[in-house]
Structures are given as structure tokens and as C-alpha cells.
């Protein structure tokens, strides 16, 4: 099976922001906008920032391997070297992490690097890779 692109619209509260954010620091190429949203091609994904001026982060929390993970939040699952390359981009851009570039579950099925981070509206971010794609929904550790 061939994965196709998901697509995903969520609130901003300041279109130059997102533009900036989406497109300098992550990467993103740049589709089809308007005055009130703009298309961003992110890792092959179709992302649209929608201006929402009212627009404000939802603050709940889980606890995920000894993290507070932001609920709800989105991101892609990448290489390992495109993974390493967007935490140096996030890094030397300034953009604090939620929660630092690491690898959870060591050891466990689901080993994964993973890093947590906000746009300039407070949308969170997860980004996460595998040294074995095969894990993306292990249950048990394979042989």
C-alpha cells in the first residue's frame, strides 16, 4: 500500500507568523493562500494555517514515558537524518522546546527520537523518527 498525503487545518492567530515559522524555520513549502489561510507542504503533507485571531493553545497534558505530552498535537514521522537535521533548524532558529530532542521507550517496542514544540500560536508539535520504521506500531519487540 501506497500512504497518501493527510491533510490537516488548524487556527493561527497571525498569518505573517505562521508564514514565517512554517515555512522559514521548518521548511515548509509554500502552496496556495489567501487573506484568511495559506497551504504549507509539510514532509509531503498538506498543513493549512487558518487566521483565527481568538486563536489560543489547548493547555491539558499527559504523562508519556516521564513527559508531559501536549493534548492535542501533530507532527510527522521522519528519517533519522531528517529528524536530526529539523532539531539543529529548530535549535539554532531559537524555538524553545516543549520537551527536548531525546529517544523514550528505550529498549521497548515503539523506540522513537521524539521532540516537542509550539508554533508562534501555540499549536503543538511532535516530531518523531525510528532507527527501524517496523516499530511505528509495535506492540512487542520483534526478533
Known sequence: MTLRPFHLAFPVHDLAAARDFYG????????RSSDHWIDFDLFGHQIVAHLDPAAKPVAVENAVDGHQVPVP???????????????????????AFGIDPHVR???????????????????ALEFKAFADDAMLFATEMTA
Open 105 to 123: 521507550f528505550k529498549g521497548q517496542p515503539g523506540e522513537q527520537a521524539t521532540m516537542f514544540f509550539r508554533d508562534p500560536s501555540g499549536n
Open 73 to 95: 498535537h501533530f507532527g510527522v514521522v521522519l528519517t533519522m537524518a531528517d529528524w536530526e537535521a529539523l532539531a539543529a533548524r529548530v535549535e539554532a532558529a531559537g524555538v
Open 24 to 31: 522559514s524555520i521548518l521548511g515548509c513549502t509554500e502552496g
